[in-house]
């Protein structure tokens, strides 16, 4: 969780002076109280810190601006213990432009039915108080998360962390920097998208660099920092035996090593967590920096093949928001198809480039010609995945709008051995199954790559989506392919509206 530790959530809570100051004072402890809970419930990635309560436009005004301008601050949980009328929200909610989460709960659990009085009422009336928030925040059109329920219930703290761990991502992005060796794999439509609007719209920079920057940091790396790494890899991995110090294929994983340490070093001076690779675009190197591309992204680098800047950017998020959940992530692509009735199911692959976070075992590094890119026979780590059930998205650009699209899985166990097949992969069943999951992936069209992740579930994307205003369409048990197909049309007339509104 070391990610998150230098981040906060602010808890600001609504209230008015109508009831007097000793109501405020109370409201005060009471809200001390809540924030304490959250903290000390083991279950919230981000501390809370208790900003107050908001009793005027000038308060609320305040915080918001603050909020704003806080590094630390991630996001804003708001909470209107008594009535608050929602006038005084309007200045401070149209300036503030981080992530809102508007807790509706309540200090007491349970109505004392023999024991309540008019007072008790006037102190525990967020159910009309949250209500009158809510209706500015709609009137507004502003994205928020409604999270309901008491403060203590084990659930409520769930939704609360899934949603500071996006809010952790999306600030992340808002400063993420993703550096492109080489372009696009020439003619993909697509990966590639309006990297202007990307920017605007989900924060991160694409920038390209050219591969002889790459070789520049490459000649620098020396025998001496190779057999440091390799000493790694032999403590990670299992090596087969002609990769193996003093056979054919050793040098060749050298050769992988010399590269991690380029990237890496590259990334660290630009100050990037995110890259792109071409097989297209190597001129200098020995081999498709595949290896690299594995470990790099174990670490927490984005990384997307051919290019593909957006499934960098969206790998890069998945892993901040699973920081410190044990299921793993990684950047995948449908491979190949297993039809099996109810069972059919997508083999899941790349080249080279699958982030052993997922391996069910130890990886073994294994050396193997490639076919194209016409460079000397790459290293990777080649495994199969766990089972379990995960989630896996990407990001396509309509033209008019950015659209995530997220698809639930079912990873099987792969029992039956693939020794012939040099790459690592996971095979999966999409839901509700492949016959439904693939048709509706395909008419939203979706990408051939994707983020995944076993830790991360539909409301993970939910939040993510509506924290960035993007549109989001999810796949999964509930999906039929006449409602998907409406849901698609209906959303293009949305969006079209929004951008005329906005214009
Ligand atoms: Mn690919």
């Known amino acids: ?13 609504g209230a008015q002076l109508l009831y007097g100051g000793d109501a405020v004072v109370q409201v005060d402890g009471h809200s001390n109280e809540i924030v304490k809970g959250l903290n000390n419930s083991g279950k919230l990635p981000v501390k809370v810190v208790y900003k107050g309560t908001a009793n005027s436009t000038q308060e609320v005004s305040a915080v918001f601006r603050a909020a704003n301008n806080d590094e630390k601050c991630i996001g804003v949980i708001t909470w209107m213990h008594t009535f608050s009328p929602a006038k005084m929200w309007i200045h401070g909610l149209k300036d503030y432009k981080k992530p809102l989460l508007h807790l509706h709960t309540q200090f007491n659990k349970e109505i004392p039915f023999s024991e309540i009085d008019m007072d008790f009422m006037n102190l525990n009336q967020s159910a009309h108080g949250d209500r009158e928030f809510g209706h500015i925040v709609s009137r507004m059109r502003k994205n928020c998360k409604v999270v309901v329920g008491h403060w203590s219930d084990p659930n409520v703290q769930a939704r609360i962390a899934v949603w500071m761990r996006v809010s952790a991502a ?11 060796f080489g372009d696009q794999m020439n003619n ?9 609007e990307a920017e605007l719209t989900l924060g991160y920079h694409v920038d390209y660099f050219p591969i002889g920057d790459l070789v520049v940091y490459q000649d620098k790396v020396t025998d001496a920092d190779i057999d440091e790494l390799v000493a790694i890899y032999e403590n990670e991995y299992t090596f087969a035996d002609d990769c193996k110090k003093g056979s054919p294929y050793y040098n060749q994983v050298r050769e992988a090593a010399r590269e991690e340490i380029a990237i890496r070093q590259f990334l660290i001076d630009k100050k990037a967590k995110a890259f792109t690779t071409n097989f297209d675009a190597l001129h200098g190197l020995n081999q498709l920096p595949g290896l690299a591309s594995q470990r790099l992204m174990a670490e927490g680098y984005g990384f997307g093949a051919e290019g593909d800047w957006k499934t960098a950017a969206l790998y890069r998020a998945f892993w901040v928001m699973g920081q410190g959940l044990l299921g793993g992530c990684s950047f995948l692509e449908d491979y190949t198809y297993h039809f099996d009735g109810e069972k059919s199911a997508i083999l899941q692959a790349h080249m080279l480039e699958v ?3 997922i391996a069910a075992k130890k990886p073994r590094i294994e050396v193997h010609p490639l076919g194209i890119g016409g460079k000397a026979d790459p290293a990777r780590l080649v495994f199969t995945s766990h089972p379990g059930d995960g989630v896996a998205a990407t990001i396509v650009d309509m033209g008019n709008r950015f659209r995530m699209i997220v698809n639930k899985v079912e990873v099987l166990s792969q029992n039956k051995p693939m020794p012939k097949l040099p790459v690592a992969s996971a095979l999966w069943i999409p839901k509700p199954n492949l016959e439904i999951g693939a048709a509706a992936w395909i008419l939203a069209g979706g990408t051939h790559h994707t983020a995944f992740s076993y830790d991360l ?5 939910e939040d993510f989506a509506d924290i960035a205003g993007i549109e989001l369409v999810t796949i999964d048990e509930n999906t039929t392919i006449s409602g998907f197909k409406k849901e698609l049309q209906y959303n293009d007339v949305y969006y079209l509206l929004n951008r005329a509104l906005k214009s």
């Open 1 to 13: 969780m070391s990610y998150f530790k230098d981040s906060e959530v602010w808890f600001v809570t």
């Open 355 to 357: 982030c052993p976070l």
């Open 170 to 180: 999306w600030a992340d992005s808002q400063e993420l920097r993703i550096i492109r």
């Open 188 to 196: 993909v439509a697509v990966t590639d998208g309006d990297k202007v």
């Open 457 to 461: 579930t539909n409301e993970y994307l």
